[in-house]
């Protein structure tokens, strides 16, 4: 790594999320290219690093940027489109109807919306599945996001993804041709859901995974209609039936795990798997409450997503920090279920797990330098007595001033500097009108 220092960001705090979750006053990170070259108090770095380009935030707090689990962003096109229904008649009745109408233009334009508001609201990295991915992946190409992409597939072909399963594979190893060695982008192998495939269509994903060098991720125990057909049909629960099929790997990573009992804990747990919880969407269509309290204590990595802007309606991660936290208190009616400081480590520390990045999610000398500022000043993060709770119970991401990924800066300041937003919010309501009248 280079040992000269680009940048230097000062700021009143820094919020490291490193082993020891230290916080450090008066701080500074000194970036070098893409790497962080040294983290520690302002006065000392300004001394080593005199000639770095120095950017001073003030009254603000420099964090790990926040990385979302778990999205589906072309779906920003569909945000309000259908709203109050059960997963399977929101699927079937509306989304699934709906998107298969969808063309390569279109789900680049979403997808570089939903781009736009992670980049606004401290997001620097996320997990996404979609149909027609290569136009996600050039649009986070683009836009400057880390992430891992993945084309979703099920059983119901011709589909967005091609005429039959063979044109999907095709598709699949030309993806992993065309983005292999991308500094911030990785292809994942990403069925849609155990009742939408086939065990043979499962089992050929794992192989494509592991010729590929892809990760490996599925919607899983969504819910608990999704177990009782997968009794009926396998004679199994989701989890065990994915267990049989050697879906359970460490380069794994499972969304949703609403519905799971103590054996599915186990299996996950022995796996050393990922699982990735996303309260806001599991309310909204009321598919339950995962178990995140007894995930953790079976030490099963989790990370936190706000699941797709049609049925969240947001991408904002801090937000989801603060459901996450609440819904878990609720419903175990026990206040300490999900403290701020664990809130704030799934969607940094567990959101690196859920990317099996080893890179992200700390501001350590040698990490990627991927994070963001929070304005201090804002009437509701004041008075400041304990970061982590006013980060989680406090901010609603209109405090982010700064994301940078890989040592560039995306937003700065009320700034988008990778896009033109007024001329992406034109395209999107331009493309309101057409699916108004499809």
């Not at 700021?11 to 070098?32: C, F, K, P, S, Y």
């Not at 298969?100 to 606004?120: D, N, Q, V, Y």
Request: aromatic share 8%.
């Amino acid at each position: 790594m280079n040992s000269t220092c680009d940048t230097l960001y000062t700021a009143d705090w820094l919020l490291t999320q490193n082993d020891g979750r230290d916080v450090i006053h008066e701080a500074a990170l000194a970036v070098a290219g893409e790497r962080i070259l040294c983290v520690g108090h302002a006065d000392m770095l300004k001394i080593l690093y005199p000639e770095a380009r120095r950017l001073e935030l003030g009254n603000a707090v420099i964090m790990p940027g926040l990385i979302n689990g778990h999205t589906h962003v072309p779906m920003s096109l569909l945000r309000g489109y259908s709203d109050d229904k059960a997963l399977q008649d929101w699927l079937h009745q509306d989304i699934f109807p709906q998107e298969a109408k969808l063309t390569p233009e279109l789900i680049e334009l979403g997808a570089r919306f939903s781009m736009a508001e992670m980049i606004r609201y401290g997001t620097t990295a996320f997990y996404d599945m979609y149909m027609l991915e290569d136009a996600v992946f050039r649009a986070a190409d683009e836009m400057g996001l880390r992430a891992v992409l993945g084309e979703s597939v099920t059983q119901f072909f011709p589909s967005l993804a091609g005429r039959d399963f063979a044109e999907y594979q095709e598709r699949i190893l030309r993806y992993a041709e065309e983005w292999k060695n991308h500094p911030r982008i990785r292809q994942a192998i990403v069925p849609h859901a155990p009742y939408t495939t086939t065990p043979d269509i499962l089992c050929t994903c794992r192989r494509l995974a592991d010729e590929t060098g892809s990760l490996f991720g599925m919607h899983l125990a969504e819910t608990e209609w999704e177990t009782q057909e997968c009794l009926k049909t396998h004679g199994k629960r989701p989890v065990a039936y994915c267990a049989d099929l050697g879906l359970l790997q460490p380069d794994s990573t499972y969304f949703h795990l609403v519905d799971l009992n103590e054996q599915d804990m186990d299996l996950l747990a022995e796996s050393r798997c990922a699982g990735v919880h996303n309260p806001a969407s599991n309310m909204k269509l009321a598919s339950g409450v995962a178990p995140l309290p007894s995930l953790l204590r079976h030490n099963v990595p989790m990370g936190l997503g706000t699941d797709g802007p049609a049925s969240n309606n947001g991408q904002n991660m801090l937000r989801e920090m603060y459901v996450a936290s609440l819904l878990q208190k609720v419903h175990t009616t026990e206040p300490t279920a999900l403290p701020a400081q664990a809130a704030l480590d799934l969607a940094t520390r567990g959101g690196a797990a859920a990317l099996h990045d080893p890179f992200i999610g700390t501001l350590e000398p040698g990490m990627k330098a991927d994070f963001i500022a929070l304005d201090l000043a804002a009437p509701n993060m004041q008075p400041l007595h304990n970061l982590p709770s006013q980060i989680v119970y406090a901010a609603t991401g209109a405090e982010v001033r700064l994301t940078v990924v890989d040592g560039r800066e995306l937003y700065r300041d009320g700034k988008f500097l990778t896009c033109d937003y007024d001329a992406l919010s034109a395209e999107l309501r331009q493309a309101q009108a057409w699916i108004r009248k499809s």
